[in-house]
């Protein structure tokens, strides 16, 4: 956006801002009305409806480089121009046929047309995602046509992230025994990372630098995004119904109300990766905040203090809006959490990690499912536990799977569960049990003795420990990733001579199949304990356990069927 910015900056005219879904999504992410109104925009138009002609005035042309977008483009000039010149700017690689087109019919009205590297969406400030939770399908779908496609289209994605950080990385996927979808990308994009930085405006080569990009699939844990996390994000969006980031509540005096949770709002930023427990005991200093800003303060108001005052009014309101809101959250999310959350956390914990409490290990995980069967939890709950309990023991018999269908009434709804084999993890088959990693020292809370294995993943990658068989390289990183630099992400540091040599270096990782909140935390977390390593994480998507498991049933559809699919994804 800068670059439109600065181009805007060179006209003092009032312009039109023209925008499609994706670049809408992007710019509300990025900045407000009133910064664009600063820049002389005055009005932000939908590219796809019908809009009013503005002969008089100039348009700003922001969007992807696309058939569909070129053609409105096209519409828009080709026989009464709506405008008196386009400036366009897509967020991508324009094809040339397209390019072409455009020359053609509009040229002449073109004033700037620029390509910038903006392919994906940057969610928060460590996550980013490809705004496409339809490559779930494209991917994994036995009937699906264009995976390759998708898969093309994630790596120009992926590029454009590196581009943005102006990162050459080195590229790791992790092997599979069962699908070649982390390989293939990884091809993809070390060839499209190649290819980038051939292309260098200045005509000097970039040389490879202090970043590695690893790749994975789903199936390499499939227990983190189906289990109940306690972590104030992950339990929101989980068990509150937040659409497209907003969470809507009634005020105390019965009014609907609307919030926007994301990096703007602080208190949610310094709440999100904190346990439910830790969130509760902030609250009660909370409302005491809230209750002491109500009240006025004593003694004259003297000129200067009400000066003071006024000056301080718009982000006082700012956070007294904001202590509402996650008072009024974290209220949810703990009533949820006492109706019935709570009971089926102990057994999920223990299905999961495959002891309980004490540390005993679990010797019959049908004894701990049966009474989350027998209780009235919802379907939903029920095929989370039954699915807790397949992955615990590596795969059931047909004759186990058919009665526990049975125990849930999914007979008509098996695909909740069989699907899960088009993502290589076994359903059917018993075979070897993966290795976890003991976090036992870790644990704080009972209920939270689970840590996403992509959090010994990034351990590993950053400690320089990932095993070469296991992760090969699409192509070799620079020295600080192959054993000069490394450091221990599992303690804190003070900085050192070795830390001041890594820093900056940035480890950005990609999962195919969408990411979970829990594991959005982990790149938090890592980068907080190291320092001197930056985690970035992404996907073509963020999942709650709700939308993965429709997006799982929906593997067995054909692509018409899918348009009923609730994306409650589409965060």
Same mark, same amino acid.
């Given at each position: 956006?800068?670059?439109?910015?600065?181009?805007?900056?060179?006209?003092?005219?009032?312009?039109?801002?023209?925008?499609?879904?994706?670049?809408?999504?992007?710019?509300?992410?990025?900045?407000?009305?009133?910064?664009?109104?600063?820049?002389?925009?005055?009005?932000? =138009?939908?590219?796809?409806?019908?809009? =009013?002609? /503005?002969?008089?005035?100039?348009?700003?042309?922001?969007?992807?480089?696309?058939?569909?977008?070129?053609?409105?483009?096209?519409? *828009?000039?080709?026989?009464?121009?709506?405008?008196?010149?386009?400036?366009?700017?897509?967020?991508?690689?324009? !094809?040339?046929?397209?390019?072409? @087109?455009?020359?053609?019919?509009?040229?002449?009205?073109?004033?700037?047309?620029?390509?910038?590297?903006?392919?994906?969406? !940057?969610?928060?400030?460590?996550?980013?995602?490809?705004?496409?939770? +339809?490559?779930?399908?494209?991917? $994994?779908?036995?009937?699906?046509?264009?995976?390759?496609?998708?898969?093309?289209?994630?790596?120009?994605?992926?590029?454009?992230?590196?581009?943005?950080?102006?990162?050459?990385?080195?590229?790791?996927?992790?092997?599979?025994?069962?699908?070649?979808?982390?390989?293939?990308?990884?091809?993809?994009?070390?060839?499209?990372?190649?290819?980038? $930085?051939?292309?260098?405006?200045? +005509? &000097? &080569?970039?040389?490879?630098?202090?970043?590695?990009?690893?790749?994975?699939?789903?199936?390499?844990? !499939?227990?983190?995004?189906?289990?109940?996390?306690?972590?104030?994000?992950?339990?929101?969006?989980?068990?509150?119904?937040?659409?497209?980031?907003?969470?809507?509540?009634?005020?105390?005096?019965?009014?609907?109300?609307?919030?926007?949770?994301?990096?703007?709002?602080?208190?949610?930023?310094?709440?999100?990766?904190?346990?439910?427990?830790?969130?509760?005991?902030?609250?009660?200093?909370?409302?005491?905040?809230?209750?002491?800003?109500? &009240?006025?303060?004593?003694? &004259?108001?003297?000129?200067?203090?009400?000066?003071?005052?006024?000056?301080?009014? !718009?982000?006082?309101?700012?956070?007294?809006?904001?202590?509402?809101?996650?008072?009024?959250?974290?209220?949810?999310?703990?009533?949820?959490?006492?109706? @019935?959350?709570?009971?089926?956390?102990?057994? =999920?914990?223990?299905?999961?990690?495959?002891?309980?409490?004490?540390?005993?290990?679990?010797?019959?995980?049908?004894?701990?499912?049966?009474?989350?069967?027998?209780?009235?939890?919802?379907?939903?709950?029920?095929?989370?536990?039954?699915?807790? $309990?397949?992955?615990?023991?590596?795969?059931?018999?047909?004759?186990?799977?058919?009665?526990?269908?049975?125990?849930?009434?999914?007979?008509?709804?098996?695909?909740?569960?069989?699907?899960?084999?088009?993502?290589?993890? %076994?359903?059917?088959?018993?075979?070897?049990?993966?290795?976890?990693?003991?976090?036992?020292?870790?644990?704080?809370?009972?209920?939270?003795?689970?840590? %996403?294995?992509?959090?010994?993943?990034?351990?590993?990658? /950053?400690?320089?420990?990932? *095993?070469?068989?296991?992760?090969?390289?699409?192509?070799?990183? %620079?020295?600080?990733?192959?054993?000069?630099?490394?450091?221990?992400?599992?303690?804190?540091?003070?900085?050192?001579?070795?830390?001041?040599?890594?820093?900056?270096?940035?480890?950005?990782?990609?999962?195919?199949?969408?990411?979970?909140?829990?594991?959005?935390?982990?790149? $938090? =977390?890592?980068?907080?304990?190291?320092?001197?390593?930056?985690?970035?994480? +992404?996907?073509?998507?963020?999942?709650?356990?709700?939308?993965?498991?429709?997006?799982?049933?929906?593997?067995?559809?054909?692509?018409?069927? @899918?348009?009923?699919?609730?994306?409650?994804?589409?965060?």
């Amino acid at each position: 956006t800068d670059t439109i910015i600065a181009d805007c900056r060179k006209s003092e005219v009032w312009k039109i801002l023209i925008l499609d879904a994706f670049t809408t999504k992007l710019l509300s992410s990025c900045c407000k009305m009133s910064d664009l109104m600063s820049e002389k925009i005055t009005i932000v =138009e939908n590219l796809d409806k019908n809009r =009013e002609p /503005v002969p008089e005035m100039n348009a700003i042309y922001f969007m992807s480089p696309t058939a569909k977008c070129v053609d409105a483009l096209i519409g *828009d000039f080709k026989s009464k121009p709506k405008y008196k010149a386009a400036y366009v700017y897509f967020t991508d690689y324009l !094809p040339d046929d397209l390019f072409n @087109n455009m020359k053609m019919y509009c040229g002449k009205y073109i004033r700037v047309c620029k390509e910038l590297n903006m392919s994906f969406m !940057p969610q928060e400030a460590q996550v980013f995602t490809c705004d496409n939770p +339809g490559a779930f399908w494209s991917i $994994y779908s036995p009937k699906s046509q264009d995976k390759k496609k998708t898969l093309e289209k994630l790596a120009d994605q992926l590029v454009s992230v590196c581009a943005t950080l102006d990162e050459y990385p080195g590229v790791r996927y992790k092997k599979d025994s069962n699908l070649d979808n982390a390989k293939t990308l990884a091809e993809l994009v070390d060839n499209k990372l190649a290819r980038y $930085y051939e292309l260098d405006d200045s +005509g &000097k &080569k970039k040389e490879k630098t202090q970043a590695q990009v690893l790749i994975l699939e789903r199936d390499f844990d !499939p227990i983190s995004p189906i289990l109940h996390e306690l972590t104030y994000q992950a339990m929101a969006y989980d068990l509150v119904d937040i659409q497209n980031d907003t969470y809507n509540y009634k005020s105390k005096d019965g009014a609907e109300k609307q919030a926007l949770l994301n990096e703007d709002d602080m208190l949610w930023v310094k709440l999100r990766h904190r346990h439910i427990a830790e969130v509760s005991a902030e609250i009660p200093k909370l409302v005491k905040e809230i209750s002491a800003s109500k &009240k006025q303060p004593d003694g &004259k108001i003297t000129i200067s203090n009400l000066a003071q005052m006024m000056k301080k009014m !718009p982000s006082f309101r700012r956070q007294l809006t904001e202590k509402t809101v996650h008072l009024q959250l974290a209220e949810d999310c703990m009533q949820c959490y006492s109706n @019935n959350v709570e009971k089926l956390c102990k057994a =999920e914990q223990d299905l999961a990690v495959g002891s309980d409490v004490e540390g005993v290990k679990v010797k019959d995980p049908m004894r701990t499912l049966l009474p989350v069967l027998l209780h009235q939890y919802s379907t939903y709950d029920k095929i989370r536990a039954v699915l807790l $309990y397949i992955f615990s023991v590596s795969g059931t018999t047909d004759e186990n799977l058919s009665k526990l269908i049975q125990h849930v009434k999914i007979e008509d709804e098996r695909d909740f569960i069989l699907n899960w084999k088009e993502l290589g993890v %076994p359903i059917i088959t018993p075979t070897s049990c993966s290795f976890l990693r003991d976090r036992s020292q870790e644990e704080k809370y009972n209920l939270s003795r689970w840590t %996403p294995v992509i959090k010994d993943v990034i351990e590993d990658a /950053v400690e320089n420990k990932l *095993d070469i068989k296991e992760w090969p390289h699409q192509s070799e990183s %620079p020295a600080v990733w192959n054993g000069s630099g490394a450091v221990s992400a599992r303690q804190k540091h003070k900085a050192s001579a070795q830390d001041e040599r890594r820093s900056g270096s940035r480890l950005i990782i990609f999962i195919l199949g969408g990411i979970s909140f829990s594991e959005m935390r982990c790149a $938090y =977390e890592v980068t907080q304990s190291v320092k001197s390593c930056e985690v970035i994480i +992404g996907s073509s998507h963020i999942l709650t356990p709700k939308s993965l498991l429709d997006n799982i049933k929906a593997l067995s559809k054909g692509p018409m069927e @899918n348009f009923t699919i609730d994306e409650r994804s589409n965060a």
